[in-house]
């Protein structure tokens, strides 16, 4: 049984009228080419925005349609933008040379060339490495962040696991790649009670062995790439409002290592989903939609029954910032 929604605090109001997809001619989708790779993106458009508009930049194994079970929260209050970058989703391969700048450049294209003002900004996994360097290195088009399963270095146990899961995949042993694919992204049922741990533990494994040769090529690149790059350099942070959450039992980015980004970040807020791990968006998705959704409208977020209490790792920062 799913928590109950608060509304003593405001109400996102989208109970009545997020309770079905967007009308079709709402939906754009977009192909569009940067530095000679093709890329597309997926835009949701509200007529009568509540705020700015949303981009959300998901994990290396989304695509631009894996938001849309959570449109029918989110589509009410504002335009929603998803996108394949290149090397992504159905965008043309990228070779593991071109970085995380090359795909903060990429992003900041997409919203040029779609003409978008500046966006609330929600990167998840794979999506905050980038979100977070597009933000720093184009500053004037963000309007608030949000993060999440986000961390300042690669964990131990990716970097780890990513030469085995890569071996596998060589030698053709889809199976044992899949399931090292599971442990890697979710806790161990011991860790704590994660809400649909063992269907989202199904649909990752068959998710990950029903991908196409083409599929499995980019996320072979995708491991060179994040291992050859990093996933963090230590520029400023536009002072922004910013949120930085994870699920309680998040194995892979811990909370202790969101508590470390929100740290670095003017002002950020920090928080955690009960009863979810590090695919807290898919396990809890209509929760972890409202949070994105009361953060975005400058709705309330403390006292959230399916959060725990809300800290402020970032004030520090914001306050030298301030006194300088």
């Known amino acids: 049984m799913r928590t109950a929604l608060p509304t ?21 989708e977009r192909t569009l080419a940067f530095e000679g790779f093709a890329y597309q993106c997926r835009i949701v458009h509200q007529e009568a925005p ?16 894996s938001w849309q079970g959570h449109e029918k929260w989110l589509a009410p209050l504002c335009t929603v933008i998803t996108v394949d970058l290149p090397g992504y989703g159905s965008a043309d391969f990228l070779p593991a040379h071109y970085g995380i700048d090359f795909l903060a450049a990429a992003v900041q294209h997409m919203l040029v060339e779609t003409g978008m003002p500046p966006v609330n900004l929600f990167g998840g996994c794979f999506g905050e490495v980038v979100g977070l360097r597009f933000a720093q290195l184009h500053p004037g088009s963000v309007r608030r962040i949000v993060f999440c399963g986000a961390a300042m270095r690669l964990p131990e146990i990716y970097t780890d696991a990513v030469p085995r899961l890569s071996h596998a995949l060589e030698r053709g042993e889809i199976e ?26 199904r649909l990752l494994h068959r998710q990950f062995v029903n991908q196409t040769p083409d599929e499995l090529g980019k996320a072979v690149e995708h491991n060179t790439r994040l291992v050859t790059h990093g996933c963090y350099e230590p520029l400023p942070v536009p002072e922004v409002p910013a949120l930085v959450f ?8 811990t909370p202790q290592m ?3 980004l929100a740290a670095t970040i003017p002002a950020a807020r ?15 998705r209509q929760e972890s939609s409202e949070l994105i959704g009361r953060f975005c409208t400058d709705l309330p977020i403390d006292d959230l029954p399916y959060c725990t209490p809300v800290e402020s790792p970032g004030a520090g920062l914001s306050c030298a910032t301030a006194h300088r």
Do not use: I, K, W, Y
């Open 270 to 284: 920090f928080t955690t989903v009960r009863e979810a791990d590090h695919l807290v968006t898919v396990e809890r």
């Open 246 to 253: 994870t699920g309680e039992h998040d194995t892979l980015c």
């Open 8 to 28: 003593p605090q405001g109400s996102l109001n989208t109970q009545r009228t997020g309770s079905v997809p967007p009308p079709p001619e709402q939906v754009e």
């Open 50 to 65: 509540r705020t700015a508009p949303l981009l959300l930049l998901g994990g290396s194994s989304q695509n631009r349609h």
């Open 258 to 260: 969101g508590r470390e």
């Open 176 to 201: 044992a790649a899949a399931g090292g694919l599971v442990e890697l992204f979710m806790s161990n049922p011991a860790a704590g009670q994660v809400r649909r741990h063992a269907a989202v533990a």
